[in-house]
């Protein structure tokens, strides 16, 4: 049997996206298997031995295939992303003992790998095996990293210092604070690590990523060009999103409460699972929500620890009556409602009483709000998030930015402004009605006949 081996990095939101991957190739494609290559770390990164264990026993058609734990100490490094990049590296020889397992019994036909996953390649040169990238965030992303190697070659200074706008085939005008985050300061480890991810694209079979035509068309329009590498040649792209996961049976308590209040009348603030603020922040979000009027569903979690040695583990349940303001949940009882660490996005974006999102901009929760017609207000908090505010705000016109004061903190004044424009503004209604726009796009490209299908045939073809 033919199989596609799929080979995320830890972090959830990637590993939920090539999952989905998983799932459109088994729908359309059912002759190929799906096996899929889990690194859970012994550390936090979200519910991900959970998300695993409900996906094998709903897909069967889908087979997860665990790599061993490799037992690192994360405080010996500087960042999440440094972390990943080192388990991947040791990870190599249960990779290669996997995919020979997998040999045994079928035909591995595509090695399909998440780019923080780029140290397997000489793995998979040893079995012949055709790589492709699969890019969990947009075509804008991907072009600024496909040109990133240019813009190494021909700048001598860190981005956190230039204080300029960077130019990149087609992108829109990006400040140079708004960076992706880990190319931030080129004298750092994870800097050169990026970069040597970015020289590596072109040299792959085909790039796929969970985006369609119509969202990206001027990024899309420019890889496709071949501008974006001047000096190579660039590999096909396959465009075969948006790629979200299905929104659940609407089982969560916030639905009873949702279900009363009028519609498109309710804003609702999440911040993805790693998206963490200060007791300070909680309390600035909370006065602005009260100053606001605006009706609201707030997803609550702990501020970080300040012990260095907690950074990793998974946060307690949050005390609302210690983070908020004293008598806050009292007050605003009539119009909103706080939830705490969880809350089940999809089905929330897609309830008719929901008629904005305040979000960290991660991609898959840009992506879920494209189809549920919903329009936001962009916060970023790291990884490529600033880069995404400036894009959605920009180039998608589907954004309102959340501006920051000196020193990064969010005022309630700030919070109030932004939520009162997307839910009652001039300019609220103008990106309402590009949301609506693209939710509509979305559910053609994904038709029969669409763009994203035709892609994904394209794909399968290259197989």
């Not at 939101?13 to 059912?30: F, R």
């Not at 889990?38 to 998300?51: E, K, Q, R």
């Amino acid at each position: 049997m033919a199989t596609i081996v799929l080979y995320p990095c830890p972090a959830m939101g990637h590993l939920i996206s090539m999952v989905e991957l998983g799932k459109l190739i088994t729908k359309h494609y059912p002759s190929f298997s799906i096996v899929v290559l889990t690194l859970i770390p012994s550390f936090n990164t979200g519910t991900t031995a959970d998300y695993v264990r409900h996906i094998s026993a709903t897909f069967p058609t889908i087979t997860f295939h665990h790599l061993p734990d490799i037992p690192i100490d994360p405080l010996q490094f500087p960042s999440m992303e440094a972390i990943i990049f080192e388990l991947i590296r040791l990870s190599n020889p249960n990779v290669d003992r996997a995919l020979q397992s997998i040999s045994l019994s079928s035909n591995i036909t595509a090695f399909v790998i998440d780019p923080f996953c780029m140290p397997v390649i000489p793995v998979a040169a040893n079995f012949n095996l055709p790589v492709y990238y699969f890019f969990a965030s947009g075509a804008c992303c991907l072009a600024q990293f496909l040109y990133m190697p240019t813009l190494d070659k021909t700048t001598t200074e860190s981005f956190k210092d230039m204080h300029t706008l960077i130019h990149s085939p087609g992108l829109p005008p990006i400040p140079s604070s708004d960076m992706i985050a880990p190319l931030l300061d080129r004298t750092t480890i994870h800097y050169s690590a990026f970069v040597a991810t970015c020289e590596l694209f072109p040299k792959s079979a085909g790039i796929i990523i969970n985006t369609f035509d119509s969202l990206e068309t001027k990024a899309i329009t420019a890889i496709n060009n071949g501008v974006c590498v001047p000096d190579r040649p660039t590999p096909p792209i396959y465009c075969v999103g948006p790629l979200v996961a299905s929104a659940g049976d609407g089982s969560h308590e916030c639905f009873g409460w949702l279900d009363l209040q009028p519609s498109g009348s309710v804003v609702y603030l999440c911040f993805g699972s790693l998206g963490v603020f200060s007791s300070e922040q909680l309390k600035e979000i909370a006065k602005g929500l009260e100053m606001s009027g605006v009706r609201f569903l707030w997803v609550v979690r702990s501020p970080p620890s300040d012990r260095v040695e907690d950074r990793f583990l998974p946060l307690p349940e949050p005390d609302l009556d210690l983070l908020l303001p004293e008598g806050f949940l009292e007050r605003t009882k009539d119009r909103g409602l706080v939830v705490k660490k969880w809350a089940p996005q999809v089905a929330i974006l897609n309830h008719k009483s929901v008629g904005g999102f305040v979000t960290h901009c991660g991609w898959n929760s840009i992506l879920e709000a494209v189809c549920a017609g919903v329009p936001m207000v962009a916060w970023p908090l790291y990884a490529e998030q600033r880069f995404n505010r400036v894009v959605l705000r920009d180039e998608m016109k589907l954004a309102l930015p959340m501006d920051e004061s000196e020193g990064g903190l969010v005022t309630a004044m700030e919070v109030e402004k932004r939520v009162r424009e997307l839910m009652e503004g001039e300019e609220g209604i103008v990106i309402r009605e590009v949301a609506k726009t693209r939710k509509e796009q979305a559910a053609i490209a994904m038709s029969d006949g669409g763009s994203s299908r035709v892609a994904l045939s394209k794909l399968v073809a290259s197989w």
